[in-house]
């Protein structure tokens, strides 16, 4: 278990402030615009970065002061940082070379890590001639090779082409259902974040926004600034509250049809400003009296077509 608690470190550009609890065995991803502390948040619990107040608990021991070497913590940096000049093998025993490890129990366990990660015998291979997504798997050997408490990942997946990502998001999920590890997954793709993860933790500048599952983040929002950033969304006037709507809630029909949805709530008129194909549906941008609408559609309508948008439901936010 891992628990950040009153976390405080300043920055010019921002402050960070921190509290939050990751159960063991559990995948949770950190998720927010750019600058807003996400990379951060992982080099103060590895220790790459002091804190200016709060303490790190890790297995109920606090780490706050402990060097990164003695938090018992596997880190996967970006670029991997691999070293050029060694093997594979050399590479993912690295950590454990560090510790005295006896030669034929380390070679025992890079062996095991290569079979783990589906690359057995690439040990004497040089990093230079691997993939991308091969480099990303030894990384990830290297950082479970001390048998880390905690596996940190600062968006390992950045560099790769969207079809090895979704593969290797995979493979993490395997690994660490497999393993009962927990892991600390920072991404900026909200896909990724909603796909994989327990619970997500959302941040802006510095700040913990929202903190719960991919369900109810998506379905509850604690405001428009999650709402928008986990998933398409239109905003709506309703009583003194403004209503979320997803596009998937909003149903679209002719203007002349007289047939009404008997669960609608509410209707609109709407024009068509512009579409998206997205395969399984069309993505509409919708004018309406009440502002921009998206809605999800099976059908084809094109530009400056008049609609009929009607919906049921949402999730109510106070009025702004």
Same mark, same amino acid.
């Given at each position: 278990m891992i628990r950040l608690e009153r976390l405080r470190k300043a920055y010019p550009e921002f402050n960070m402030e921190l509290d939050f609890m990751v159960d063991a065995g559990e995948l949770v991803s950190v998720l927010g615009p750019s600058g807003s502390g996400?990379?951060?948040?992982?080099?103060?619990?590895?220790?790459?970065?002091?804190?200016?107040?709060?303490?790190?608990?890790?297995?109920?021991?606090?780490?706050?002061?402990?060097?990164?070497?003695?938090?018992?913590?596997?880190?996967?940096?970006?670029?991997?940082?691999?070293?050029?000049?060694?093997s594979v093998a050399q590479n993912v025993g690295y950590g454990l070379r560090i510790r005295r490890v006896e030669p034929a129990r380390m070679r025992r366990r890079v062996d095991e890590l290569l079979e783990l990660m589906d690359l057995p015998g690439y040990g004497k291979r040089r990093v230079d001639t691997l993939s991308g997504g091969e480099r990303q798997r030894v990384a990830i050997?290297?950082?479970?090779?001390?048998?880390?408490? *905690? /596996?940190?990942? #600062?968006?390992?997946?950045?560099?790769?082409?969207?079809? !090895?990502?979704?593969?290797?998001?995979?493979?993490?999920?395997?690994?660490?259902r497999e393993l009962g590890i927990t892991v600390l997954f920072v991404t900026h793709s909200r896909q990724e974040a909603l796909s994989i993860s327990d619970r997500v933790a959302i941040l802006r500048q510095g700040r913990l926004v929202q903190y719960a599952s991919p369900v109810e983040l998506y379905r509850r929002p604690a405001d428009e600034f999650v709402a928008g950033f986990v998933g398409e969304m239109s905003a709506v006037p309703y009583n003194r509250t403004t209503r979320i709507l997803r596009p998937e809630q909003i149903s679209l029909g002719p203007a002349d049809s007289t047939a009404a949805d008997a669960t609608a709530e509410r209707s609109v008129a709407a024009t068509v400003q512009s579409r998206q194909f997205l395969g399984f549906a069309w993505l509409y941008e919708l004018d309406t009296?009440?502002?921009? *609408? /998206?809605?999800? #559609?099976?059908?084809?309508?094109?530009?400056?077509?008049? !609609?009929?948008?009607?919906w049921s439901a949402g999730s109510e936010l106070p009025r702004e």
């Open positions: 996400k990379t951060t948040t992982l080099r103060l619990i590895a220790g790459f970065e002091t804190v200016d107040a709060g303490r790190i608990v890790i297995d109920g021991e606090d780490v706050t002061k402990l060097p990164p070497a003695q938090r018992h913590i596997g880190y996967v940096f970006q670029d991997y940082t691999l070293f050029p000049h060694m050997a290297r950082a479970l090779a001390v048998d880390p408490v *905690l /596996l940190l990942l #600062d968006e390992p997946f950045s560099s790769i082409d969207e079809v !090895l990502r979704r593969d290797l998001r995979r493979e993490i999920v395997r690994l660490q009296e009440l502002g921009r *609408l /998206l809605a999800y #559609d099976s059908r084809r309508y094109e530009p400056e077509t008049e !609609l009929v948008a009607r």
